[in-house]
């Protein structure tokens, strides 16, 4: 779960160019204290179940493929879509989503506390590539749990950064975050590395670990 950790620590920089406007008008500048940090901790508990629950679907996904012989195969691919994806991203279609963003712009117009919790669940839902690359993980992980806590590591990763941004408003200059942007490509091509070394089953320990074939339960008649 590290390079998960890892990958939502710098990319949080990026969620604050992102998302920063949004956890800038969050209803919780007028608390002091722990109820103002419990509002922030509130707002990021809901981002952080979105990408579970991302994690649970694409983890179940990735389970289909593993039962199926095909996730050394998935592995490889997922590795070969982010690197060329970090040269042609420019050209993706981005979704535009207009319910979500409607229905989270009138719960940031209400400026009510008891809203924190919701806005974070349609928070991460949002168009992010790096929320993309976390479900990459997840999917590659080929299982449930696995996927969910891969998704869960992700969201962790990037809360420090995310609560401090709310706090202290303009913490981290524009100048900070263009240089540490910088270093997310490389998050990106490290973790398509990874998974083409998964997948390619060189049986090197917590790089690239021997994948075992997926048991099949026969049932016979006893003789």
Not at 115 to 131: E, F, K, Q, R, S
Request: with cysteine.
């Amino acid at each position: 779960m590290i390079p998960a950790v890892l990958l939502g620590f710098l990319g949080s920089f990026h969620c604050i160019g992102m998302c920063g406007p949004i956890a800038l008008t969050l209803p919780v500048q007028h608390l002091r204290g722990a109820r103002k940090m419990g509002g922030i901790l509130l707002y990021n508990a809901g981002r952080v179940t979105t990408y579970m629950l991302m994690g649970l679907l694409f983890g179940w996904l990735g389970r289909q493929f593993y039962l199926g012989g095909l996730q050394q195969w998935l592995s490889i691919s997922l590795g070969v879509l982010l690197l060329a994806g970090m040269f042609f991203y420019r050209f993706m279609p981005v979704p535009k989503l207009h319910i979500i963003k409607k229905t989270l712009g009138g719960l940031l117009v209400q400026q009510r506390v008891s809203t924190l919790y919701a806005i974070g669940l349609l928070n991460g839902l949002l168009p992010c590539g790096l929320v993309y690359l976390g479900v990459a993980g997840a999917l590659a992980a080929g299982d449930v749990w696995e996927g969910m806590l891969f998704m869960g590591a992700f969201g962790a990763g990037t809360l420090p950064a995310m609560a401090a941004v709310t706090w202290f408003s303009q913490l981290v200059s524009l100048p900070v975050r263009r240089h540490i942007r910088r270093l997310i490509p490389v998050a990106v091509a490290v973790m398509a590395v990874l998974l083409i070394l998964r997948g390619m089953n060189l049986g090197i320990p917590y790089i690239s670990p021997a994948m075992q074939p997926a048991a099949v339960n026969c049932c016979h008649k006893p003789s």
